[in-house]
């Protein structure tokens, strides 16, 4: 088997049937369906979905079965777990504290049921945690805020900062101020951006301090942008099935992962909502193979590359690029 690693990976995005059905009985919660094949149905999007919407729509059971610290543990636990049975080496996992808080729980208690589950896993992971685009939620991305400025390590829980949710509705350009403080507190962050929203989402990223891009797959609409990506060697977290199903990038043959590599842009291959997309990270290798001929070199590279840019430790690393050699 074959070893990887995945930046960019959403654990309510990453339920399977099976974890599903066990998340409920631990919790007593009756599933709306109950054979599996129906499950399968409610967790992923088909193929050839037409709408973002019939995609955020698959998000609704994997978080009512996430409001209760047991369940939040126990889901962390469980998608380490499949993802080491995967051939994972190594996981960055994000999730909203704040789609957390529906029951009891406050974000604090998401976050500590989080690194417990982190904890019983056997996977190598750390955790992000993602503030959410929106109207109405700018205390509950403070409280994040802080929540991240409390927990960050350095490696063994939450490492870094994220900002997630309707790039198309919520420019980034509104969250200027958040990542200013998350600068000044000095967490290192991702931003989701050029995904939804073109190359303008993708500079402003940058120039807010992003370490890192979710996506950025469209970058490519401005030169500019490239250049600027290059030059601070701001690494992208490209999630090819996904991008194909929201329809991010149109024509897949067109897909720029190549490009970018070979205009010197650190570029990962990422996953983003497995279980949604019904994928894995072997499963987007594969893809980009079939569909860009990547050859062995270049996936190494792309794994390197995704080494060099994860948030953890010098010495975490080293021993990621000896796993890899
Ligand atoms: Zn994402």
Same mark, same amino acid.
């Given at each position: ?98 789609? =957390?808080?529906?029951? @009891? /729980? &406050? ?9 417990? $589950?982190?904890?019983? *896993? ?124 929201? =329809?991010?990038?149109? @024509? /897949? &043959? ?9 205009? $010197?842009?650190?570029? *990962? ?57």
């Amino acid at each position: 088997m074959h070893s990887y690693l995945d930046l960019h990976l959403h654990l309510d995005g990453a339920l399977t049937p099976a974890m599903a059905k066990e998340l409920a009985a631990l919790q007593n919660i009756t599933l709306p369906v109950s054979n599996d094949e129906s499950l399968k149905k409610l967790l992923t999007v088909s193929p050839d979905c037409e709408s973002l919407n019939s995609f955020l729509e698959c998000f609704a059971l994997p978080l009512l079965l996430m409001q209760t610290p047991a369940g939040l543990r126990e889901t962390v636990r469980l998608v380490g777990d499949h993802l080491l049975s995967q051939g994972l080496i190594y996981a960055e996992i994000r999730f909203a504290p704040q789609l =957390h808080t529906a029951l @009891d /729980m &406050t974000q604090e208690d998401a976050v500590k049921a989080a690194l417990k $589950g982190l904890e019983e *896993t056997a996977l190598k992971a750390n955790l992000i945690l993602c503030c959410m685009r929106g109207q109405g939620n700018e205390k509950a991305n403070e409280e994040t805020l802080e929540l991240t400025r409390r927990y960050l390590v350095p490696d063994g829980g939450v490492v870094a900062m994220d900002l997630a949710g309707a790039e198309g509705l919520f420019p980034t350009s509104r969250y200027g101020n958040l990542f200013e403080k998350a600068r000044a507190y000095g967490i290192p962050y991702t931003i989701h951006a050029g995904e939804a929203d073109g190359a303008q989402s993708v500079r402003a990223a940058v120039e807010y301090g992003a370490a890192r891009i979710g996506h950025g797959v469209r970058s490519r609409e401005d030169p500019e942008v490239m250049e600027m990506l290059k030059e601070k060697g701001i690494t992208l977290e490209l999630c090819p099935t996904s991008n194909r199903m929201t =329809h991010a990038v149109e @024509d /897949m &043959t067109d897909y720029p992962l190549l490009r970018y590599m070979d205009e $010197g842009i650190p570029v *990962t291959v990422n996953t983003d909502d497995p279980g949604i997309e019904d994928t894995t990270i072997e499963k987007e290798f594969h893809y980009m193979r079939e569909l860009l001929g990547l050859t062995p070199e270049q996936e190494r590279q792309l794994l390197l590359n995704a080494v060099d840019a994860a948030f953890t430790t010098d010495e975490v690393k080293d021993s990621l690029r000896r796993q890899l050699s």
